[in-house]
């Protein structure tokens, strides 16, 4: 089995910043892809970033030019610094990731979620 711990979520005033981090444990075999989502209430799971193995990476328009993510393969981890918060950013963040474990397939893990408040 596989998890996922996340960290970093909190209360920040617009304009400010926060930097999640989601470190993957367990039998892990290699992980291809690692991103971002985010649900506010009565919304549907969005994507916001995601990061591959070779360094491919994707944002939604919404976010791009504020957020960053990055990850560390070595440590199994993936960060998403979050710059020039907006309330309309306010939700619970969920780290996913695609992660071979053991045999020839991937499965697919979610994180247990952090909430991000922007609030002045």
């Known amino acids: 089995q596989v998890q996922l711990v996340e960290s970093g979520g909190g209360l920040v005033q617009p304009g400010g910043s926060l930097r999640l981090s989601c470190a993957a444990s367990g039998r892990i075999f290699s992980i291809n892809v690692m991103g971002w989502y985010r649900q506010a209430p009565g919304k549907q799971r969005e994507l916001v970033a995601y990061i591959s193995k070779a360094g491919n990476i994707n944002y939604a328009d919404s976010v791009k030019g504020r957020f960053t993510i990055s990850r560390d393969n070595a440590k199994n981890t993936v960060y998403l610094q979050m710059n020039s918060l907006k309330p309309v950013d306010t939700a619970v963040y969920y780290c996913?990731?695609?992660?071979?474990?053991?045999?020839?397939?991937?499965?697919?893990?979610w994180g247990q979620g952090t909430q991000v408040t922007v609030s002045s």
């Open positions: 996913n990731a695609d992660i071979r474990s053991s045999g020839l397939y991937s499965d697919n893990y």
